[in-house]
């Protein structure tokens, strides 16, 4: 069993030396990237995200070059938040593409990895006085304003540095996602933005004009995530649009650039089908221009964020069994307890939003019956199901491994340490070549931010 990856080739040079596992391949195992789960479990344990680096390429291309051929300057934000390393950082340099952050810590993993800062923007809904300030000292290129509060605080840090600092402001369109409400981020009662309807996105305009220090360069909006019709795309475009025409008309501005977010949905599973760039940006560059025309603007640059579309399908997760139940329900029928040495602590999505997977045996094929069968983690915590209801061998025993495809977005950037369990490296392979980019914690790090220490009296 071999997933489909492009021949894809880059000249990139790496100073850490990859494992070779090309001789490793057998017949009825899973292997990416010519590199066999087994293999991978033996050189660098379990439980393993392993990274197609060629599929990362490939997909960040086909988003990028079609952004270009809707919008001839638009411009590509990797949303970091879905997954970040320095070696992620340095791929998307490589790219030429541009790096979206809302955190202190995302931001410094980019300037770990000398990403041009010009080409950096900033997010968040309660971005600290700290962060603030180093964004604007780093030279982020924009940094997308959330809240009246953050119009003062951006323009106070930007002024004391002596810098016009740009910005997009952050606007609510008033659309209902067709999502889970924890991802859905562009209706009226949300934590986000500025709402287009109540006035508040008009008035946030009037008071960042009032600043020098504040250079307004656009609008900005994020519908939500895991998003498959086209439709919310489409709408919060036009009203963006409109928005725009509206700050021209009050203020005498036509601002340049137009920031339509991201959020298009990845298939998790084998009924499901992902967007693809020709399903929405194709339709958003038609209604664009098209509103662009009618409220006689000039098109502006068009960005968006995809992060999950390029990272998620990349990436699998590989878990070894490590025991099986059998359980009688009330009805009397079987069911069949898989566990796993990952857990919640590595994909808290099934846990957290309902998501659902697809797994593979991926060590051995099996010729025996399926049966109804749940696959959960070791975490003492009864929610901790990663599948509920797969038909899946029944011979399946300790030592299997089992694969989760489409894993690299959400699954390493929210793990946790819970029960004190270390997080899983991230493995990159291509060419049938493997290599470590983010290494697995050990009981060591888990110690590490223990302290001993006398008491003191607080002023």
């Known amino acids: 069993m071999k997933y489909p990856t492009s021949p894809f080739s880059s000249n990139l040079k790496f100073n850490n030396a ?8 057998i017949s009825g195992e899973l292997s990416i990237a010519g590199c066999t789960a087994s293999a991978l479990v033996k050189e660098f344990g379990s439980p393993l995200f392993v990274i197609d680096e060629a599929d990362f390429f490939l997909r960040a291309n086909a988003w990028k070059s079609a952004l270009q051929e809707s919008f001839a300057n638009g411009k590509l934000y990797y949303a970091a938040k879905s997954f970040i390393s320095i070696e992620i950082v340095k791929w998307l340099k490589a790219l030429e593409l541009n790096l979206d952050v809302c955190t202190g810590g995302e931001l410094a993993v980019a300037l770990a990895a000398d990403f041009p800062t010009d080409r950096i923007e900033f997010h968040g809904n309660n971005k600290s006085v700290a962060e603030i300030e180093m964004a604007v000292n780093a030279g982020v290129g924009t940094i997308v304003i959330d809240s009246f509060i953050e119009i003062e605080r951006i323009a106070q840090i930007a002024k004391s540095a ?22 859905s981020t562009a209706h009226e009662d949300v934590k986000f933005g500025f709402s287009i309807a109540s006035g508040a996105a008009v008035a946030a305009v009037e008071k960042t004009l009032t600043h020098k220090s504040l250079n307004l360069i656009g609008v900005h909006c994020h519908i939500g995530s895991q998003i498959f019709e086209v439709t919310g795309f489409t709408m919060a475009a036009q009203r963006l649009v409109a928005t725009l025409a509206e700050i021209k008309e009050k203020f005498g501005t036509e601002l340049p650039e137009l920031n339509i977010g991201g959020g298009y949905g990845i298939a998790y599973t084998t009924q499901e089908s992902a967007i693809s760039p020709q399903d929405v940006l194709p339709a958003l560059a038609k209604v664009i221009k098209e509103e662009c025309a009618r409220f006689k603007l000039a098109l502006p640059i068009i960005s968006i964020e995809p992060g999950r579309a390029i990272v998620g399908p990349t990436t699998t997760t590989i878990y070894e069994v490590g ?6 329900l009330e009805d009397g029928t079987i069911r069949n307890y898989i566990s796993v040495d990952g857990g919640m602590s590595d994909n808290i999505r099934p846990a957290l939003y309902g ?67 270390p997080r899983p490296a991230v493995i990159a392979v291509k060419d049938g070549a493997a290599r470590t ?4 914690e050990n009981q060591a790090d888990l110690l590490a931010l223990e302290v001993t220490q006398a008491p003191r009296r607080l002023s």
């Open 355 to 421: 998501a659902k997977f697809s797994a593979f045996l991926a060590n051995r094929e099996s010729a025996s019956e399926k049966i109804s069968s749940r696959v959960v983690g070791k975490h003492c915590e009864t929610g901790d199901i990663l599948i509920f209801d797969i038909n899946f061998a029944a011979d399946i025993a300790p030592g299997d491994l089992l694969a989760f495809p489409a894993t690299g977005a959400y699954g390493r950037s929210m793990a946790s340490n819970y029960n004190h369990i």
């Open 162 to 183: 002596g810098k016009i600092q740009n910005v997009y402001i952050r606007l609510t369109p008033g659309i209902q996602a067709h999502t889970h409400e924890f991802i």
């Open 323 to 328: 025991t099986t139940k059998s359980v009688t």
């Open 18 to 25: 990859p494992v070779d596992l090309s001789k490793n391949n």
């Open 437 to 440: 980019i983010l290494r697995r």
